[in-house]
């Protein structure tokens, strides 16, 4: 499968070849799958279930539990069916698998640019309140706490840089100490999450919640929402360690490797742009000096306008 | 309805070694309802896109029907005001997200990997995905009513109206749910769109080269990845506010529902381009078709797409004229929303460049174009009227806005599928449909249309509330003219039941291009027979 020529757009492949002269598999397989169908109807199932329950209709619980069972089993199902084909190389409608990686490489930018506009609407509030408000943290709030803030981001920094050499031991054709480096990012990932837990039990024994206004409003919801993705991202670098134990990768082709990469990238860079926003401006703010105090005092009525004219 | 050309042209000749691809040797044998419910063939897909999208259309109109006929007198006691409300709401969302929207993406992977030489689109799974999610979320959308009742807040959802204090119930959470279903699908679609475009040309079909409709699409799916997610981000907050008791829109909170139509109509103005520029898109297609000439301005169409698609993510305030936010940021709003009607202008010039000094042949493909072009400027035209503020304040929440949405939606996205409709079901059955039978389709559509929608304009100009289920009694005559128009307009679609019906059992074969295309106008679809194999082409396809 390795000696094909190209037939996308950029390749020299002339028009009019026959298309199974350049790859034997073409004609002979149909991606076939029941997985999309599955998924689609589990979902709504789940979502369902969740409206009846806050709507306190008795089966509602029942009806997520089935929809979610049924989830979980399509997508380990539809995993493991492209992992199959992309170990095949069956993936053959589309080109060679170089064509199908590069549209993978596009794809997957897409998606992580899509989950930065999902992100975007939560940061968005997030400016809205705050410019609204006359006094921020409002009255009553103390700020949020720094220290544990800067820990988690030395954790997710540090698990980003471990993923890092895992791909360069990859790359480099060293799968052993690849794996060591995966199980790291992964553990500091963990780590991530229960010290993220910890600090919201601490703060909801506090009286600190979603319904303390505003600002409880954003800080779980933004926290929230980036620790939904930390999970993903940690069951996404789950499968990709397995397949490096299972010998998937090699230097060349390991693109979901690549794909977890960016994932746990852009879940790290969502936590930088969390914890300067939400956590750190309001401490630094006050210690602006000299040119860091003249530049932060035109930037900052601009900000504030620019959140109070759409309101 | 596709033929299982591949394994009857290419024996298999197993001996590969590679476990058991499902399509390999089970693929005949399978039940046809597992066989659709496992495809990923996007014409296949396209089709399943096409008659859910015509389902939820019938239900929506019914539901249009419902509103028309409580509307026949100023105080009518035929629905309740609570089931007013719900239909008011669901024949929108409907419409909107299971209808034209699932019928735009069903004629582009109908078509969108033909123009571009494809054999499918890239990722032919998550397009199955991005089609399953559409009949998912119209049920949970339309379960509401067995569950005491829809929402009853316009599809807008406006807080603080549809907070859990004004809007108790299970409606509006359905609602939410069904629009994190469909907005799924509609991202799921656009980066499918986009890799496909991007990767998957055809050796020689370059940017410059590729269709219209593929160019339309290139716009279309950039914005259903960028502006949805702000919406499942808007509706997400809503259902929180509701539910768990976050302070998003509430303003007794310290939440402001400002925030919520900013958010909101971040993704919506974006959406009636997600609405519209497929549909030029189909139009573009046709109109040089059907007059035997190369298209006029190929380079300003494409490009003037990409303005409209920059445009419509900075106008979305236009929406919010009435809401008391400062003047100067609206005047902002104002100008760029009326600067849209430069690059669709050109569009509409092109059209008609394209058609002066052609071959013009009417048929009912190129009727419906001709008829878009006429009465979708009518909707463009009222739009520049509401782009203006001083205008928008005194129409905003009258019939007007009525009248000129439907100007939009139906005369210019419902008529243009229609025409695309038209177009492509040959292509789909491999057989034509009734010309005489598609010809009476145009001329009461066309006419049933204008007699409902456009006294719609006087009503809003003379005050008339919309979204009400009551009005003053001197509105009545012409509410009771249209109700009449609106059923005949209602009914007449049925004919395209009778076309598709037509067009299987009896209608002739319409073999490789019943348009007879010119050679300038022709894309690769024409090439291959009527309905194309699974996987389209064996030869690579000669860029013209």
């Known amino acids: 499968m390795t000696d094909h020529s190209h037939h996308s757009h950029a390749s020299p492949v002339p028009a009019g070849t026959d298309v199974a002269a350049l790859d034997p598999h073409v004609l002979e397989h149909e991606i076939a799958s029941i997985f999309p169908s599955i998924t689609g109807f589990s979902t709504g199932l789940m979502l369902f279930g969740i409206?009846?329950?806050?709507?306190?209709?008795?089966?509602?619980?029942?009806?997520?539990?089935?929809?979610?069972?049924?989830?979980?089993?399509?997508?380990?199902?539809?995993?493991?069916?492209?992992?199959?084909?992309?170990?095949?190389?069956?993936?053959?409608?589309?080109?060679?698998?170089?064509?199908?990686?590069?549209?993978?490489?596009?794809?997957?930018?897409?998606?992580?640019?899509?989950?930065?506009?999902?992100?975007?609407?939560?940061?968005?509030?997030?400016?809205?309140?705050?410019?609204?408000?006359?006094?921020?943290?409002?009255?009553?709030?103390?700020?949020?706490?720094?220290?544990?803030?800067?820990?988690?981001?030395?954790?997710?920094?540090?698990?980003?840089?471990?993923?890092?050499?895992?791909?360069?031991?990859?790359?480099?054709?060293?799968?052993?100490?690849?794996?060591?480096?995966?199980?790291?990012?992964?553990?500091?990932?963990?780590?991530?999450?229960?010290?993220?837990?910890?600090?919201?039990?601490?703060?909801?024994?506090?009286g600190f919640t979603v319904q303390s206004g505003p600002m409880g409003t954003a800080f779980y919801l933004l926290t929230g929402f980036h620790g939904f993705h930390v999970i993903i991202g940690a069951i996404f670098i789950t499968v990709v360690t397995a397949r490096i134990a299972l010998a998937h990768f090699t230097p060349q082709k390991h693109f979901a490797m690549t794909a977890a990469g960016w994932y746990w990238h852009f879940v790290d860079v969502v936590w930088i742009g969390l914890v300067v926003c939400v956590y750190l401006y309001d401490y630094v703010r006050d210690y602006f000096v000299g040119p860091a105090k003249a530049a932060w005092l035109m930037i900052e009525p601009l900000l504030a306008s620019a959140s109070q004219i759409l309101s | 309805m596709y033929s299982d050309h591949v394994q009857t042209t290419h024996p298999v000749a197993d001996g590969h070694g590679h476990g058991e691809p499902e399509g390999g040797h089970g693929h005949a044998k399978r039940h046809p309802v597992l066989d659709w419910m496992m495809t990923t063939d996007h014409k296949k897909i396209g089709v399943m896109y096409l008659w859910t999208s015509f389902i939820f259309f019938l239900i929506g109109g019914a539901m249009a029907l419902m509103i028309r006929v409580q509307l026949m007198q100023h105080n009518n006691t035929a629905l309740t005001p609570d089931f007013y409300n719900q239909m008011m709401t669901m024949h929108a969302t409907v419409m909107i997200f299971l209808a034209i929207i699932p019928a735009v993406t069903g004629f582009g992977n109908l078509a969108l990997p033909l123009h571009l030489g494809a054999r499918d689109v890239a990722f032919p799974r998550l397009n199955a995905l991005g089609f399953w999610l559409v009949p998912a979320g119209g049920l949970v959308f339309l379960s509401s009513f067995l569950l005491g009742g829809a929402s009853q807040n316009g599809w807008t959802a406006y807080p603080p109206l549809a907070n859990s204090a004004y809007s108790p119930g299970i409606g509006v959470d359905l609602w939410v749910f069904g629009v994190h279903l469909v907005g799924t699908s509609s991202i799921t679609g656009g980066l499918n769109f986009i890799v496909t475009i991007f990767n998957m040309r055809a050796p020689g079909v370059t940017f410059h080269k590729m269709s219209l409709f593929a160019w339309a699409w290139l716009v279309t799916?950039?914005?259903?990845?960028?502006?949805?997610?702000?919406?499942?981000?808007?509706?997400?907050?809503?259902?929180?506010?509701?539910?768990?008791?976050?302070?998003?829109?509430?303003?007794?909170?310290?939440?402001?529902?400002?925030?919520?139509?900013?958010?909101?109509?971040?993704?919506?103005?974006?959406?009636?381009?997600?609405?519209?520029?497929?549909?030029?898109?189909?139009?573009?297609?046709?109109?040089?078709?059907?007059?035997?000439?190369?298209?006029?301005?190929?380079?300003?169409?494409?490009?003037?797409?990409?303005?409209?698609?920059?445009?419509?993510?900075?106008?979305?305030?236009?929406?919010?004229?009435?809401?008391?936010?400062?003047?100067?940021?609206?005047?902002?709003?104002?100008?760029?929303?009326?600067?849209?009607?430069?690059?669709?202008?050109?569009?509409?010039?092109?059209?008609?460049?394209?058609?002066?000094?052609?071959?013009?042949?009417?048929?009912?493909?190129?009727?419906?174009?001709?008829?878009?072009?006429?009465?979708?400027?009518?909707?463009?035209?009222?739009?520049?009227?509401?782009?203006?503020?001083?205008?928008?304040?005194?129409?905003?929440?009258?019939?007007?806005?009525?009248?000129?949405?439907?100007?939009?939606?139906?005369?210019?996205?419902?008529?243009?599928?229609?025409?695309?409709?038209?177009?492509?079901?040959?292509?789909?059955?491999?057989?034509?449909?009734?010309?005489?039978?598609?010809?009476?389709?145009?001329?009461?559509?066309?006419?049933?249309?204008?007699?409902?929608?456009?006294?719609?304009?006087?009503?809003?100009?003379?005050?008339?509330?919309?979204?009400?289920?009551?009005?003053?009694?001197?509105?009545?005559?012409?509410?009771?003219?249209?109700?009449?128009?609106?059923?005949?307009?209602?009914?007449?679609?049925?004919?395209?039941?009778?076309?598709?019906?037509?067009?299987?059992?009896?209608?002739?074969?319409?073999?490789?291009?019943?348009?007879?295309?010119?050679?300038?106008?022709?894309?690769?679809?024409?090439?291959?027979?009527?309905?194309?194999?699974?996987?389209?082409?064996?030869?690579?396809?000669?860029?013209?």
């Open chain 2, 221 to 544: 799916s950039w914005l259903q990845v960028i502006a949805t997610p702000v919406l499942a981000g808007a509706v997400t907050m809503l259902l929180l506010d509701r539910n768990i008791g976050t302070s998003f829109f509430r303003a007794e909170a310290g939440g402001d529902p400002i925030l919520f139509q900013h958010l909101f109509w971040f993704y919506s103005h974006p959406a009636v381009y997600i609405m519209i520029l497929p549909v030029f898109g189909i139009v573009s297609q046709i109109i040089p078709a059907f007059s035997q000439k190369k298209i006029f301005g190929y380079l300003p169409i494409a490009y003037s797409s990409v303005a409209i698609g920059l445009f419509g993510l900075v106008v979305w305030a236009h929406h919010m004229f009435a809401t008391g936010i400062n003047p100067w940021v609206l005047t902002f709003f104002m100008i760029v929303t009326l600067a849209i009607a430069v690059p669709t202008g050109v569009k509409i010039f092109s059209w008609i460049a394209t058609m002066w000094g052609g071959v013009v042949e009417f048929k009912t493909p190129m009727l419906f174009c001709i008829g878009f072009i006429a009465f979708f400027t009518i909707g463009g035209l009222s739009g520049i009227m509401q782009g203006s503020i001083p205008f928008d304040i005194q129409v905003s929440g009258t019939y007007f806005i009525v009248a000129h949405i439907h100007y939009v939606l139906f005369a210019g996205s419902a008529v243009g599928l229609i025409a695309g409709f038209y177009y492509w079901l040959p292509k789909m059955t491999g057989r034509m449909y009734h010309e005489g039978l598609g010809q009476l389709h145009f001329w009461l559509t066309m006419i049933s249309m204008n007699l409902a929608f456009f006294p719609m304009h006087f009503l809003g100009l003379q005050g008339m509330p919309r979204r009400v289920a009551y009005y003053a009694p001197q509105f009545e005559t012409i509410n009771q003219f249209i109700g009449y128009s609106a059923m005949v307009m209602g009914f007449a679609q049925l004919l395209i039941i009778a076309q598709i019906i037509y067009s299987l059992k009896f209608g002739e074969k319409a073999g490789n291009d019943p348009w007879n295309h010119h050679p300038d106008t022709k894309t690769f679809e024409w090439d291959i027979p009527s309905p194309p194999p699974a996987y389209n082409f064996e030869k690579l396809p000669v860029a013209r």
């Open chain 1, 51 to 206: 409206g009846a329950t806050w709507n306190e209709f008795t089966w509602g619980p029942a009806a997520i539990v089935l929809g979610l069972s049924i989830l979980i089993c399509a997508m380990v199902g539809w995993w493991w069916e492209l992992v199959r084909d992309n170990r095949l190389e069956e993936n053959s409608l589309i080109g060679t698998p170089d064509d199908a990686r590069k549209g993978l490489r596009i794809g997957f930018g897409f998606f992580i640019g899509s989950e930065v506009m999902f992100f975007a609407a939560f940061f968005a509030y997030y400016f809205y309140a705050r410019a609204m408000a006359p006094v921020w943290p409002p009255e009553g709030f103390a700020k949020l706490p720094w220290d544990i803030a800067l820990v988690n981001t030395a954790l997710l920094v540090v698990s980003g840089f471990f993923y890092m050499r895992g791909e360069h031991h990859i790359e480099h054709g060293t799968p052993q100490r690849s794996m060591k480096h995966m199980v790291l990012a992964l553990i500091l990932g963990f780590v991530f999450l229960a010290v993220q837990a910890q600090e919201w039990m601490h703060l909801i024994h506090e």
